[in-house]
DNA sequence: TATGAATGAGTGTTCATTCAT
DNA sequence: TATGAATGAACACTCATTCAT
């Protein structure tokens, strides 16, 4: 009497869904936030294939029962994740500015660099999961295309409004190189020497498209 | 990941030794080549940790029986397959040539960025598995660690030599973006398209470290 | 990892399939009978939903691996039983003869009442979970469905053939008390005295259909 | 089916006591009250052990704590609605009167199954319980026995008064026709054409004891 | 008296690995 | 050299029961 599916559909309330179904009150928001923070941690330290619940329920002083509350699977979970990553970079399409061939582009460039940084840091897992495609759920790959194609799009309207020469398979590398840039940085842990990385990488990536001159 | 690895027992034939410690015949060869090709594929498809033995061994037609006579574990067959794409990756590394600011640059960075694609068409899963680092064999991650260090050195004195101003994590990047267009690309399946992106993306690099102004 | 369901389609092989999809050698049979041996005993005791796959290969002498070898879950194998069983009342169906208002009737009503008893004795569990339409697969229902209403039509029809005023009210009735005598027979081991049992039942049965004066 | 029950604690109210022990205002008994007709419906739909103690609470819209301030376990559940079907059953024990040959005897016979056929309708799944015998609970198969016994006796008595051959296995073939006939009828549904069915069914169960002649 | 949150033992299922043939 | 059968530790998920409010 363990595993099987859920069976007659006399059922309403189903334990274990996030963001509908049940309201909840501070203390569940509460619990639900720990879960969601520990998943983050643990699928980031050993990956979402090899991270087992016990690890995140332990990470989260909680119970087993008390994750099957909240969310219906892991994959549950990390579609709850990526629910709220892809907002982020959403948000951070939504707010990329003009990107021209003078240092303000510089900045701008360095900025959306950072700021993707920033979120890579909480929800790197997230992101590996949506490049990979190795996980089956269909809406949190839904998201993660939606949410790098809007990022892609604004970056090259921005690039080409500026007259630079950004066609689709450049702007993919440009995508590719922030994932990884990312990525490397915060598994790393080189939150020190972060700042002056971010200076170099804007620098070059700014001359890619625009070939001025700047300093290193 | 439960029964103790037998090694050394009395048994002249040590079965699951891959490339070292037994002699074998041309069956032997081709069997144990069926092998790697599946679970290269495999890998390819679900993934290191998703992939199962079973898999491998039906996508091989051959039976669980006859995978653990060739390799030891998943692991070592993982291992296996490090070694050759390191081999590979070490002899990329060793036939870069001069890198300069002119056309010819461009050409050996595009020659360096189609063998590299080359190479991760075949063994993607495994230098993913590298960057990941989410497999805990040592002697893997060391191979991979090596690889990348050499083609990123040799990169880098290549570059430097020509006066571009290539410091690590500027090299870092490049290497970064070496690795996810490689993975798109293969992943994707883009190979019609690959021909005139490799072009593309070999002048956008040129120009970053050189700013030069090139044909696109 | 672990409880989530099969992911891609490139496997071609699937354990756990009792009926198709795979070539069993002599041990593979024998396993595999011994686990539907051990199953129908579990079953018997427990009733299938309090009984555990543990306790089956427990009975079974065979390892949780082995099981999943053979049947794809716990309700797997009751549709493997439970085709076994609707064979046997198919056969039972198949050969019933003429019920005339002589004590040849008699006789042969006997006949399919024992008959019935045996078939009980090994499948009773099966027929219970049918009659109680407690388990959700369908094709176990529906094997269950076509059984009981095969020998239902061709009991009401031998009746009526000898004028019997057999309705399907009544037929049901009587398929009723067969299954509830013979759940009573088996679950309470009466089998020394199911011969006296069985002649008084015959007759009664025969005089309720006929109006008969028998010997009880 | 893990804590220990909490008897005979300090505390001066002791929850999970459905019938004793607590005096119960009448807020309390139409809790109660609802729990135990949602329990009846669930056990009907689900079966007593596919049954969630969460289905119960959610059917009479109340919640788990609740449904532990009146009954012990969902095991004691049972036990109470247990008590209510065997008071039930006994009242119709007490109420048979005699079953002649004649039509007067034909229609007792037809009240009786008609009245245990409505005690059915609420309380199958507790008589199912019994007779299945896959309740752990001793004081649960106690009740069932007596009550089951002393209709059996009783209805013997009746017909053995006037002259009818009733021995004891004739007799449980009676009680079981009864059981199924009653789960068939309200398993199905079948309350519409409950009328004539019942007056067939006493007329063929009569004629199987007293061989006479009636008209269907 | 009532509630929703928390718990954790129990159970089904998977899959890397070993073994007998 | 090859195979299919067997194993069991590991893991996901459930659900009766308790607890704090």
Redesign the interface.
Known sequence: ?S??RR??A????VPGSPADSRELRAQGRRTMGKLMDAGMRVFAE??Y??A?VDDIVHAARASHGTFYLYFASK?DLLRALAVECAGELEALAGSVGPIGPDSNGIDELRRVLEQFTRTYRRYGPVV?AW????V?DREVNRLGVRAFTEIATVLGERLRDSGA?A?P??I??LM??L???A??HV?RGLDA?ES??LD??AC??H???F???AA?
């Open positions: 009497m595993a099987p069976r007659g006399s059922r309403v309330i050993r990956g294939h090899a087992r994959e590996r490049l990979e495609g190795q089956d020469p066609d398979a450049t993919a590398a590719a190189m994932e990884r840039f990525y490397f598994s020497e002056t990385t170099t990488l070059v990536v001359r890619g498209f070939r001025a001159t290193a």
